[in-house]
């Protein structure tokens, strides 16, 4: 079980949000970023949801430290501070999330999820999906049953869809990601990998990439997927 730490000043809010995500995470708590990095330092923490204005070290200077010491691990502030400016802040200094308060506890846990999900991606190169892998060491999909190698452009689609299930990519979108900004490809190329891509996958009954008419491509993880 992942643990998230929860930073927050106030404490009703704090344990409120612990709450929330107490049984699906194992839950610790601190009241201001210097407490935050004590915890951090101890080792263990997996994800940080904190806030921004809080006494001591606040939000920003909390996210800075830890990114200035290297650490990784997903950064995500739940705060009453909503303006552009702010959220420019955050992201410019590393948060991989910004959600503002009042807030869907449904959302919190659907964004912690993702972003515990990418962090595993990002360090082992890897997507379990069911009894499927898809391995970018390998350049291949596979199970008990199958093993099926693609070439790097065609994996690098794949693993692009599959590492954000359910977002639409436009085809321009793909191309830049996949084959780069001054590619001479044109977006007909994304066309052909996919077909490609969906030839191969046949058998796979995980997950599918979906076409979305009028949008781009979406990769679906089928319920026998689903953990």
Do not use: C
């Not at 930073?7 to 935050?36: F, H, I, P, S, W």
């Not at 639409?168 to 996919?194: C, M, P, R």
């Amino acid at each position: 079980m992942a643990t998230v730490l929860v930073v927050d000043d106030e404490r009703n809010m704090r344990l409120l949000t612990a709450a929330r995500l107490d049984g699906q995470y194992k839950v610790l708590t601190a009241k201001d970023g210097e407490e935050a990095l004590e915890i951090i330092h101890k080792g263990g923490v997996d994800l940080v949801v904190a806030d921004i204005m809080m006494p001591h070290m606040d939000g920003y200077e909390l996210l800075r430290k830890l990114r200035d010491e290297g650490y990784s691990m997903p950064f995500l502030f739940l705060t009453a501070k909503e303006s552009l400016e702010d959220k420019e802040r955050g992201f410019s200094l590393g948060t991989d999330d910004y959600i503002t308060k009042p807030f869907s506890s449904d959302e919190l846990l659907w964004r912690i999820k993702a972003l515990l999900r990418r962090a595993e991606i990002a360090e082992s190169r890897k997507i379990r999906i069911g009894s499927v892998t898809v391995d970018s060491e390998k350049y291949a999909v596979y199970s008990d049953t199958e093993y099926i190698e693609f070439p790097k452009k065609e994996f690098d689609l794949l693993f692009r869809l599959l590492s954000y299930p359910d977002q639409i990519f436009s085809k321009e979108q793909l191309l830049e990601n996949v084959w780069g900004y001054d590619s001479a490809s044109g977006e007909d190329t994304v066309k052909t990998h996919i077909s490609r891509i969906r030839n191969k996958l046949a058998g796979i009954r995980e997950f599918s990439i979906i076409t979305i008419k009028g949008l781009g491509y979406k990769a679906v993880i089928n319920e026998g997927g689903r953990s």
